[in-house]
């Protein structure tokens, strides 16, 4: 990880007993702390538990943590001198007024001087009344006035259920919180090889000439989980597959692909040509869209119930547990290049793929030889579950007849990657707001799914787990003459007969 500067501070988890501390943030700190970066951090669980207290904490974290197998002694100090914790009782004014009290006497007891993040870390319905809470007793402020010291609000997704709700939390958090203060969580943006797009396509003179419409045929970005919705029906009723998945970590891949190159690395010039690219989308028409729902079947030779079968599901529910769908972009890097994206539930393999099929030559050279079939070459970034790159290329076949056959160049990481929260802990800290959704992003993402929220909702065709979604899905791409991508992960997979065919629509 890159050094950076890490002023003393109070980290306060609202929220600071719960599946996400437990799951993702008490880990992700653990290893900041391992190495080097929260030697002055103090760490401040605010939640209702009952019966929870400094001590109780402390244990709770450290046994958490030998759970994971951290055991190291500076862990176990770490847990013993530097996690606190408030309850919140029934959230009243008077319980957010203790918290405030017990951030000051921390800082007071550790010499912070008045730098404080508050992460929400709590489902939806609590943001609003937290935010509000906060903001009316001041602690949207630094305490040693303007200027000197920060303040910073961290807010998980999902950011809002539509554009209006996500425009009236963007207008609650502004009346007390500048924009300079938040930090939307994407944790996709926090996954290593998410930013290696950006040091790929802007690090390399050799792609970026390529990366248009006179080159680029089609791409196909795939967010695929071969998990169910494990224990989280009640939040999964209300959301489906375009709202966890779509609406944020499948657009944060698309806007990263597709945006303009930015005049600078820093936040404010990336994010605003992640915004641009978001504003450039057409209108989803309903024939570009189609929605799935797992039924039973058997995904890595286990054979799992289907949707409806859940606990917690409806017998009737439609939610849907995947979505394909198509983005046109009308500028003119992209204009004809059609964008396909696809998530879903229960697929049979967790993976997740950008895949760039540049176009066939514009000459045929090869056709006179009837054994001779040219496939495009294609760009695979992956991002889960190996990170890495591989780029396939034609060459020709040892021998006679004349034949091509397929090879790839194959990058992967053999270092282990950081946590995604690690990095993105580790940028609040350091006040880098790079790797986290803007205001008008958040909107202008909302805005795109509009029309599948607010005007029509399309059926979701069945689809049994452990199958690739719906068959529709391949009947509508191929209606546009090509075909979805198995996802790659070997060689093998490149020479497969159905990776070989993305077809040139003039050439098929
Ligand atoms: C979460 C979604 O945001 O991302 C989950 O709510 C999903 O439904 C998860 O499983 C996927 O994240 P990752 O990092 O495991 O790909």
């Given at each position: ?5 890490i ?80 309850p ?36 939806p319905?609590?943001?609003p ?12 402020k ?32 502004h009346q007390?919180f ?56 009640g939040?999964?009723?209300t959301?489906g ?20 190159a ?11 040509e ?9 209108p ?27 606990p ?15 983005f ?8 004809g ?50 990170e ?61 799914y ?12 069945p689809?049994?787990?452990g ?18 991508l198995?996802?790659?992960?070997s060689?093998?997979?490149?020479r ?13």
């Open positions: 990880m890159p050094a950076k500067k002023d003393p501070h109070v980290f306060v988890i609202m929220g600071g007993t719960g599946d996400l501390m437990r799951g993702k943030l008490l880990p992700a700190l653990a290893r900041l702390q391992e190495a080097g970066y929260l030697n002055r951090s103090s760490i401040l669980g605010v939640a209702r538990t009952p019966g929870m207290d400094d001590a109780a904490y402390r244990a709770w974290a450290w046994n958490a943590l030998v759970e994971d197998g951290m055991t190291s002694e500076s862990l176990r100090r770490w847990c013993e001198t530097s996690f606190y914790f408030e919140l009782g029934h959230g009243e004014v008077k319980d957010y007024r203790g918290v405030a009290q017990r951030i000051e006497q921390i800082e007071k007891e550790t010499g912070s001087p008045g730098n404080r993040a508050f992460y929400l870390a709590l489902p319905a609590a943001f009344p937290t935010i509000t809470e906060l903001g009316k007793l001041g602690l949207n630094s305490p040693n006035g303007a200027g000197k010291g920060w303040t910073r609000l961290v807010i998980e997704k999902p950011f809002g259920r539509d554009l209006q709700s996500a425009q009236e939390l963007n207008a609650l958090v007390y500048d924009e300079s203060q938040t930090y939307r969580i994407d944790h996709y943006l926090g996954k290593e090889t998410v930013q290696n797009l950006l040091a790929f396509r802007f690090g390399n003179a050799l792609f970026e000439p390529l990366w248009n419409r006179d080159r680029i045929d089609n791409v196909q970005i795939t967010v695929a989980e071969d998990n169910g919705i494990e224990k989280r029906a939040y999964y009723e959301a597959a375009l709202r966890d998945i779509v609406q944020n970590h499948l657009t944060q891949l698309f806007t990263l692909t597709a945006m303009e930015p005049a600078s690395f820093d936040a404010d010039a990336i994010r605003s992640k915004v641009k690219v978001l504003r450039s989308v057409m989803i028409e309903p024939q570009d869209v189609l929605y799935g729902q797992y039924t039973a079947g058997t995904v890595n030779g286990t054979k799992v119930p289907g949707y409806r079968g859940e917690g599901v409806a017998q009737e529910s439609h939610i849907e547990t995947f979505v394909a769908l198509k046109e972009i009308a500028n003119w890097r992209w204009q290049v059609p964008f396909y994206l696809r998530t879903g539930k229960r697929l049979p393999r967790r993976v997740t793929q950008i895949a760039v099929a540049f176009k066939l030559p514009p000459v045929s050279l090869f056709r006179s030889f009837d054994t001779c079939q040219v496939h495009s070459n294609i760009l695979i970034i992956t991002l889960q579950p190996d890495g790159f591989d780029l396939s290329f034609e060459v020709k076949s040892p021998g006679t007849p004349f034949q091509l056959e397929t090879h790839n160049m194959h990058f992967r990481y053999s270092t282990p990657m950081p946590l995604a929260y690690q990095t993105l802990l580790l940028d609040i800290l350091a006040g880098d707001q790079t790797l986290f959704v803007h205001a008008e992003e958040v909107e202008a993402s909302w805005r795109l509009s029309p599948l929220l607010h005007e029509y909702r399309p059926l979701a065709h689809y049994p787990a199958t690739w979604g719906p068959n529709a899905v391949n009947a509508r791409m191929g209606q546009d003459g090509r075909s979805w198995l996802p790659v992960l060689q093998k997979d490149f497969s007969e159905e990776n070989a065919a993305v077809q040139h629509p003039a050439l098929s």
